[in-house]
């Protein structure tokens, strides 16, 4: 078991609260660590609540992982209503009976899964001329907009029942930059009553979930010593990517840059690991049996990483 402090590079799995922005998330977690360095890796609206993983110090190289990376949202809709923006916040725009059965949810659900269409809300982040969208849906102006294509790896029901129809709870997976509101609403207008999104959590981000989460409440009740051994290991949102070890010799030189030849398979992304196989180097791919530097780690950030 290793140790870690907000010092050196490493990560924790927040579990966001409603109300809050990711960035509002992140102060307070910097704040409670008294951490110089820390970023979040993927915006969550304020009405979302879930995964948010953190990352401090030199962590933070390896930031664009996780943003890259698919995930999972446990989505509640409210079927046979309508609202302005989407969700639960918005002006109930349309009011229709919900009448359908559980199998024409599934198929509805089948229509969006794959490689699908959406035009990104007024409400999301998306930058136009420089402002984000909701900044001009809130002052009234609607921006043109450019279709955009995801994946839609699943959608799993996970609550519906006849005798209260309007309410359906789905677990989605799907590629990054997926809007789950546009997803509410499409599979409401397939079923042709409406919908709007009435709640979301994410539970997933690549090889991470909830369950290993921590609450800004549960951190805030803590002592010093319990928060950091909430801390986990800077290589955590690689660990679904091949792992690579060099000896003394060879890591002295791949953290100079310098590609090495080894006999692994060609891979886009791999992590990499000095003799002991536990400090973390950096992050390259291998391409004809040679390993390229993409991130990496200072040589005092992997002596910080060393087992003590």
Not at 96 to 112: G, H, K, L, W, Y
Not at 132 to 153: F, K, M, S, W
Not at 191 to 218: E, K, N, Q, W, Y
Not at 222 to 241: F, G, I, K, P, T
Request: aromatic share 4%.
């Amino acid at each position: 078991y290793q140790q870690f402090s907000p010092g050196t590079p490493s990560n924790l799995l927040l579990d966001k609260p409603v109300g809050l922005s990711s960035n509002d998330a992140l102060q307070k977690v910097k704040r409670l660590y008294r951490a110089e360095k820390a970023g979040h890796t993927g915006t969550l609206d304020p009405l979302a609540t879930g995964l948010l993983p953190i990352c401090f110090g030199a962590a933070t190289k390896f930031s664009q992982v996780s943003l890259e990376a698919d995930k999972g949202y446990r989505a509640t809709l409210q079927l046979g209503q309508t609202r302005v923006g989407g969700d639960r916040e918005g002006e109930v725009t349309g009011e229709c009976p919900v009448a359908c059965t559980r199998a024409d949810i599934e198929a509805a659900c089948a229509r969006f899964t794959g490689l699908i269409s959406q035009l990104p809300p007024m409400q999301s982040a998306l930058k136009h001329n420089g402002k984000a969208l909701y900044e001009y849906a809130r002052a009234g102006v609607t921006v043109e907009r450019q279709p955009r294509q995801v994946t839609i790896h699943r959608i799993d029901i996970i609550d519906w029942h006849p005798a209260q129809p309007e309410r359906l709870v789905v677990d989605v997976l799907c590629t990054k930059g997926t809007y789950v509101r546009t997803l509410a609403e499409d599979i409401g207008a397939a079923l042709g009553c409406g919908a709007h999104l009435a709640g979301l959590r994410r539970i997933m981000s690549g090889p991470v979930d909830l369950r290993a989460s921590v609450t800004l409440d549960a951190l805030a009740a803590m002592s010093e010593a319990e928060r950091d051994a909430r801390l986990l290991s800077a290589d955590v949102l690689l660990a679904d990517w091949p792992a690579v070890q060099l000896d003394q010799a060879e890591a002295g030189r791949f953290l100079s840059g310098m590609r090495r030849r080894v006999r692994h398979a060609d891979a886009e992304h791999v992590r990499v690991y000095g003799p002991d196989g536990r400090a973390l180097l950096g992050s390259a791919h291998i391409t004809a049996g040679e390993l390229i530097a993409d991130r990496l780690l200072s040589p005092l950030e992997v002596q910080a990483l060393m087992p003590s």
